[in-house]
């Protein structure tokens, strides 16, 4: 029987051992049938599960990977005590799902976001996501020439890379804060971070890659980057 | 995203659907060859029923221009919709491909 206040936890895919030693640990207790929890554990992740997980977490959405429940616990300790809606996955699973879509659309519906608003944050989240993919966590560094033969070199780096847990089981964090005016949106990888100085968001149009960055620009009213290049922080008129 | 190519009278047509993003560089390939391979001297891109495209679906479409370029066909961008609309614009494509309704 949950008390009334207490921070819960439902698990979604994950085994009952490792989901009873995540809630000991983070110091959450398993939520009753009534109430949605503050945290949703989940594993074996696809896009159906983590809508379901975004729809139905208060807080937070936290994957177990490699059924390390401390790893789990420790994120899922940190994102319930902070307000608004976090998901926190690995690498592989952030590359194998619709995450920013279905981020942002978890976030629209809380914020009554319009339809316009939510593309944009959308798009200005998943290029965010894809550079902390791909850059940061993967490691794959910028196309070289931009010819078409570099750009199939570069995905199969990126498919290769899936294949290596070093870099594929690395944490991916979205989350997301609000007031009445503004939503701010942090997206964290676990890579080595980059030289800041050396991100220029560029625009000139025959460019096949690096427009990321411009696009978010473009789209957020501010943008910063953080923690040496791995934690881009992003705020939008909602 | 998912794709289809006809050939027919002087035009290549490449009806692209969904959600073009990074992930779909396999099915890009597939496009690639069938423009380096075809003899129609326009490209024709039908994105209406595009619903997202990012910034490396972008790329893409620039490295099918650079492809038919090379052999002297132009790339024509049609039917954009909604987000696809305003990220080519904010790209200012519109010196790079014709751009039709």
């Known amino acids: ?238 | 995203m998912n794709h289809d190519c006809q050939e027919q009278d002087g035009q290549l047509s490449v009806r692209l659907q969904g959600r073009v993003t990074y992930a779909d560089h396999a099915q890009f390939r597939q496009i690639i060859n069938q423009v380096r391979g075809a003899t129609a001297a326009t490209v024709v891109v039908d994105l209406a029923e595009v619903e997202f495209i990012d910034s490396a679906g972008l790329g893409m479409l620039l490295m099918m221009r650079d492809t038919a370029e090379s052999r002297s066909a132009s790339v024509v961008l049609r039917g954009a919709q909604g987000q696809v609309a305003r990220i080519i614009a904010a790209s200012k494509f519109e010196s790079l491909f014709a751009l039709e309704d």
């Open chain 1, 1 to 238: 029987m949950t008390k009334l206040g207490e921070p819960t936890l439902i698990a979604d895919g994950v085994a009952p051992a490792v989901s009873e030693e995540v809630a000991r640990r983070a110091g959450l207790a398993p939520a009753g049938d009534g109430g949605g929890a503050l945290v949703v554990l989940i594993a074996d992740v696809d896009d159906e599960r983590l809508e379901r997980a975004l729809t139905a977490a208060a807080r937070a959405c936290v994957e177990v990977i490699d059924r390390d429940a401390a790893d789990a616990a420790a994120v899922a300790a940190r994102l319930s005590a902070e307000p608004g809606l976090a998901v926190s996955l690995s690498t592989a699973t952030g590359h194998a799902t619709e995450l920013a879509r279905l981020f942002v659309e978890a976030l629209g519906r809380r914020l009554g976001l319009d339809e316009e608003r939510r593309q944009a944050v959308e798009l200005a989240v998943h290029e965010a996501v894809v550079n902390a993919l791909l850059h940061g966590n993967l490691e794959v560094g910028p196309l070289p020439k931009e010819t078409v033969e570099d750009f199939i070199a570069h995905c199969n780096a990126v498919e290769a890379r899936l294949t290596d847990p070093d870099y594929a089981l690395r944490r991916l964090e979205v989350r997301a804060s609000w007031d009445d005016g503004r939503v701010t949106v942090v997206v964290a990888d676990a890579g080595p971070g980059f030289d800041v100085e050396s991100l220029a968001a560029r625009n000139e149009p025959t460019r096949k890659s690096g427009r990321g960055l411009f696009l978010i620009g473009e789209l957020a009213e501010d943008v910063a980057i953080e923690d040496g290049g791995r934690r881009l922080v992003m705020t939008f008129r909602r």
